[in-house]
């Protein structure tokens, strides 16, 4: 039980999604990162529209995408797969992704990934696995690029800074790692 619910509450399952990314270096020279998303029901269900019935525990979803990048973080391949779904449509909506083919993971990624893909021109489950797919190749890349020279802002200040909660500024890391750009807690 969660620490935070209390002993007395109860909780029927409706729903179980799992997320699984991993990065990849290939021989050729060349990075993956590949998403993988699969709901499933723990009951018998008809999805909306259908006359299809999918047995508890099978699959409703199991689709995902691998996107093969360089170096610089640049997509020169896409690849999507849809091994369940609940309509025979749905694997068609990978095709759309074909369109961030020459986009560079990194700053704006997110925005971008949106502009190109939002509305019904493709899948949804494979649009949003494209978010986190993107934290996953830089976490892939890290050992990558050890002792490569710190990515650095116009001004000459680290760009991790103030990337996240652990790289504030006014955190003890900064102040360890960068003193020069550590600022007191205000």
């Given at each position: 039980?969660?620490?935070?619910?209390?002993?007395?509450?109860?909780?029927?399952?409706?729903?179980?999604?799992?997320?699984?990314?991993?990065?990849?270096?290939?021989?050729?020279?060349?990075?993956?990162?590949?998403?993988?998303?699969?709901?499933?029901?723990?009951f018998d269900f008809v999805p909306a529209s259908s006359d299809r019935n999918i047995p508890?525990?099978?699959?409703?979803?199991?689709?995902?995408?691998?996107?093969?990048?360089?170096?610089?973080?640049?997509?020169?391949?896409?690849?999507?797969?849809?091994?369940?779904?609940?309509?025979?449509?749905?694997?068609?909506?990978?095709?759309?992704?074909?369109?961030?083919?020459?986009?560079?993971i990194g700053p704006g990624w997110t925005s971008e990934v949106r502009r190109r893909l939002?509305?019904?021109?493709?899948?949804?489950?494979?649009?949003?696995?494209?978010?986190?797919?993107?934290?996953?190749?830089?976490?892939?890349?890290?050992?990558?690029?050890?002792?490569?020279?710190?990515?650095?802002?116009?001004?000459?200040?680290?760009?991790?800074?103030?990337?996240?909660?652990?790289?504030?500024?006014e955190r003890p890391l900064v102040q360890q790692r960068w003193p020069e750009f550590y600022?007191?807690?205000?």
């Amino acid at each position: 039980m969660n620490a935070s619910q209390p002993a007395d509450v109860r909780r029927e399952a409706l729903h179980h999604r799992q997320i699984d990314m991993r990065g990849y270096r290939r021989s050729d020279g060349l990075f993956e990162v590949e998403g993988r998303v699969v709901d499933r029901k723990p009951f018998d269900f008809v999805p909306a529209s259908s006359d299809r019935n999918i047995p508890a525990q099978q699959a409703i979803h199991d689709m995902g995408v691998r996107l093969v990048f360089d170096r610089t973080m640049l997509v020169v391949e896409v690849h999507t797969f849809t091994d369940a779904a609940p309509y025979d449509i749905c694997p068609q909506g990978g095709a759309a992704l074909q369109s961030i083919k020459g986009l560079r993971i990194g700053p704006g990624w997110t925005s971008e990934v949106r502009r190109r893909l939002a509305g019904p021109g493709s899948c949804t489950h494979l649009m949003e696995l494209l978010m986190p797919m993107a934290t996953t190749a830089i976490q892939a890349m890290s050992p990558v690029n050890a002792g490569r020279p710190e990515s650095l802002d116009a001004d000459g200040r680290p760009r991790k800074i103030d990337s996240c909660y652990a790289y504030s500024a006014e955190r003890p890391l900064v102040q360890q790692r960068w003193p020069e750009f550590y600022r007191a807690p205000s």
